[in-house]
């Protein structure tokens, strides 16, 4: 691997950065899209002082948000990487959106989890396979909780 990744769109730079900072700090949503795999999330950032804010949700959920550069009022879209998503088993004693297990890949040391949300549509969960971390089977209702910090907010042009 490289020291340094310049990703290019239609002929433009657009994030020349170390392989981690472009993974973790994608500059827009084309990079974040780029470099793995993210969900996708269309919100509407209701309030915001700059470094926090409260994201509603397409299906009525309001998220809690929190980033160390600005965020403004207004059309978002939320990517959040499925590593980052943790799975409680509905009814445990978490807050998140809930859902319907749909699929589970099987990876060895992990599986991937898509979870289908009502108004929002599949929600892809990875997990690193913990050896205490519980294991979902497809119909499972699960809570997806998300670390404030963790969602890339991106506002709409």
């Known amino acids: 691997m490289s020291d340094q990744v310049c990703v290019m769109n239609a002929g433009r730079i657009i994030q020349l950065a170390s392989p981690e900072e472009i993974y973790a700090r994608p500059a827009d949503l084309f990079v974040a899209e780029f470099v793995g795999k993210t969900n996708k999330l269309s919100a509407r950032v209701e309030t915001a002082d700059g ?29 959040v990487r499925p590593e980052i998503i943790r799975l409680a088993a509905k009814g445990a004693d978490a807050d ?25 549509g599949d929600i892809l969960v990875s997990t690193g396979g913990d050896a205490g971390e519980a294991h979902f089977d497809i119909g499972g209702e699960v809570i997806m909780s998300i670390d404030p910090a963790a969602p890339h907010v991106f506002a709409e042009p």
């Open 51 to 79: 470094l926090s804010g409260v994201a509603l949700l397409a299906n009525g959920t309001k998220l809690p948000i929190r980033k160390s550069e600005g965020i403004r009022t207004g059309a978002a879209t939320l990517s």
């Open 96 to 120: 998140g959106l809930a859902g319907r297990i749909t699929h589970r890949i099987f990876l060895g040391s992990s599986a991937e989890y898509v979870v289908d949300v009502p108004g929002l």
